[in-house]
């Protein structure tokens, strides 16, 4: 089974994705936290990308095709994916397409997560990250503390591309250029239409319900 989690910046993927992970024993495959790394290890390429990515633009289709074709020819994750973030336009999803054919893998399901801009942007304005166990808190909706979250409050992290100006940006990124590639995947029945302002539990259960039914 391998899952594409789709939505706007800020739609949940990121949450839904781990919780999907940890029921369903996969790999989550983000291709914001590899370019991610890639510039917390000071790589040629993190170099490259950085400003970029502080601004909200896309990178170069040629290097995520790199990063995915790597994950893909891995056998340890062989029909155990969820992608989140990714594909961002219809070049990408041409390539996931071709790629996963190469590897003898099929996409089980587009997972669309639906959220308004003005939630988008309140959510992501509140959203930190902890550095030292990866999980996802939000100021205004789901603040950290000592009940639902173990380290260090010096871990919590707000993300550089976090802050208004790039939001705005990003979200129209994603109606111009990552919307428009649902219809591939609509006329290939694989897409599924998720309530994302929902509670988060609510949510959940609803994904275990569509993945339930692809497994019978
Ligand atoms: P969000 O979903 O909140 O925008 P991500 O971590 O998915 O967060 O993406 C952050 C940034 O990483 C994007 O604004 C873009 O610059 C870059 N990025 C992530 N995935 C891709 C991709 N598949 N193609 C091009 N750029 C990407």
């Keep these: 089974m391998n899952i594409i989690l789709f939505g706007p910046p800020g739609a949940g993927k990121g949450t839904q994705g781990d919780k999907i992970v940890k029921k369903f024993d996969l790999h989550k495959v983000s291709t914001g936290d590899l370019l991610r790394n890639e510039i917390k290890n000071k790589t040629n390429l993190g170099n490259q990308i950085k400003s970029q990515m502080d601004e909200g633009s896309l990178i170069s289709d040629n290097t995520i095709n790199d990063l995915i074709s790597k994950v893909l020819s891995n056998k340890k994750f062989n029909n155990r994916l ?10 990408q999803a041409i390539n996931l397409d071709q790629q996963i054919k190469m590897n ?30 990866g999980l996802i808190f939000n100021e205004h909706y789901f603040p950290a503390s000592n009940k639902n979250h173990s380290c260090d409050p010096k871990f919590l992290n707000k993300r550089s591309d976090d802050n208004e100006n790039t939001i705005k940006h990003r979200f129209e990124t994603y109606l111009d250029k990552t919307l428009p590639i649902l219809n ?11 309530n994302g302002m929902a509670e988060i539990d609510q949510i959940f259960d609803e994904i275990c319900g569509i993945i339930a039914s692809l497994e019978t």
């Design 82 to 91: 969820i992608f989140d973030g990714y594909p961002r336009n219809l070049n």
């Design 104 to 133: 003898k893998q099929k996409i089980s399901c587009v997972l669309s997560l639906n959220v308004d801009k003005d939630v988008v942007i309140k959510r992501i304005s509140g959203r930190q990250t902890c550095t030292n166990c």
């Design 184 to 194: 591939f995947y609509k006329e290939q029945n694989l897409f599924h239409q998720i």
